[in-house]
Nanobody, 123 residues
Framework: QVQLVESGGGSVQAGGSLTLSCVAS????????MAWFRQAPGKGREGVAA???????QYSDSVKGRFAISKDNAKKTLILQMNNLKPEDTAMYYC?????????????????WGQGTQVTVSS
C-alpha cells in the first residue's frame, strides 16, 4: 500500500521560500515516478514538478527556475524547494506517485496521492 504524507506548508510573504516534504512508504521512491501538484480554490489540479526514477525532472512553465524537486532516498522523502514565491503560488500542494516508466505532470496519470499541505503567499 502506497502512503504519502506531506508537510512543510505555511504562510510566507512574496519573495520568500518554503520547503515541502513528502514521506513515502518503503520502496516507493526507488520504483515510482513522483510529482508535486497544486490546486487553488475553484481551479483544477496543476502539475508543477515531476521526478522520474532515473532522476530526470520536469517543471511547469509557471514554476521553472523557482522550484526544484528532489528526493532523499535514505529518508524516503520527496522534496519541493520553492523560492521567490508569488501570490499566485497559493494553493494546496499534493504529492503523488505512479508506477510507470516516465513521470508526467498530468494528474490523471497518478493513482496515489497524499492529503496535501497548504501554501499561502501574501503580497
Amino acid at each position: 500500500q502506497v502512503q504519502l504524507v506531506e508537510s512543510g506548508g505555511g504562510s510566507v510573504q512574496a519573495g520568500g521560500s518554503l520547503t515541502l516534504s513528502c514521506v513515502a512508504s518503503d520502496g516507493i521512491l526507488d520504483n515510482y515516478c513522483m510529482a508535486w501538484f497544486r490546486q487553488a480554490p475553484g481551479k483544477g489540479r496543476e502539475g508543477v514538478a515531476a521526478l522520474d526514477v532515473d532522476d530526470s525532472t520536469q517543471y511547469s512553465d509557471s514554476v521553472k527556475g523557482r522550484f526544484a524537486i528532489s528526493k532523499d532516498n535514505a529518508k524516503k522523502t520527496l522534496i519541493l524547494q520553492m523560492n521567490n514565491l508569488k501570490p499566485e503560488d497559493t494553493a494546496m500542494y499534493y504529492c503523488a506517485a505512479d508506477l510507470t516508466d516516465r513521470a508526467s505532470l498530468e494528474a490523471a496519470e497518478y493513482d496515489n496521492w497524499g492529503q496535501g499541505t497548504q501554501v499561502t503567499v501574501s503580497s
